[in-house]
């Protein structure tokens, strides 16, 4: 797999959690093409940030609202480097 930013592999972890039940770290794994370590160190981020967020009781973890808004944007922003890249 190539090189990805930090902004990819948020938007690749908010994807894999954005279905709507709950998902485990070992599908985020498994969904992002992440390490174990990576999953944790990238889920804190994005909890702390407000974009995702993590259910104790079930182990699980689910993209919120402001999740989903990111995700929208960096798909826009993706769209658009695509257009520039074919210009």
Known sequence: MAYRSREEIFASILDTTGSGAGITR???MFGSYLTYAQ???YSKILIQRGLLEYDPID???KTTPSGFTFLQLQNE???MIKIQKSI
């Open 59 to 61: 182990r699980t973890y």
């Open 26 to 28: 070992s599908k985020i």
């Open 39 to 41: 999953v944790v160190e």
């Open 77 to 79: 922003l993706n769209q």
